[in-house]
């Protein structure tokens, strides 16, 4: 599976921005897909999660700013991101684990290339 991240960019705080991960191939519908983050320095964190039932899963920080979505016909994993704060500054990545739900950086099948989202205050 490759995995093709776009739509970062640079906002204002409390604006949105969607961004959107492409996938390869035809079996999608069989991944859990998520979207994680990584601060200059640092390790990547979990920021979201959706399963292949379509549940859903985020860090305590974006809950009820973020939210994640998939459309298997589109081969498409996308993360809304709502009232932006800087602190949501950095590169994100998607990632895909076959047959269960990725929340873990280290259990990842797949990551995309990583898309920058900056946010100004």
């Known amino acids: 599976v490759q995995l ?3 739509g970062g960019g640079l906002v204002q705080a409390g604006d949105s921005l969607r961004i959107s991960c ?3 191939g035809r079996t999608f519908s069989t991944y859990g897909m998520g979207w994680f983050r990584q601060y200059p320095g640092q ?10 039932s379509g549940n859903t899963y985020y860090r ?10 998939r459309d298997n016909a589109k081969n498409t994993v996308y993360l809304q991101m709502n009232s932006l704060k800087p602190e ?9 684990k ?7 950086a280290a259990a990842v099948d797949y990551w995309g290339q990583g898309t920058l989202v900056t946010v100004s205050s």
């Open 4 to 6: 093709q991240a776009s």
């Open 22 to 24: 492409a996938a390869s």
């Open 43 to 52: 390790e990547r964190e979990f920021v979201a999660a959706i399963s292949l």
């Open 60 to 69: 305590d920080s974006v809950k009820g700013r973020f939210t994640i979505s």
């Open 88 to 96: 949501d500054t950095a590169v994100y990545y998607c990632a895909a």
């Open 98 to 104: 076959r047959w269960a739900i990725v929340q873990v």
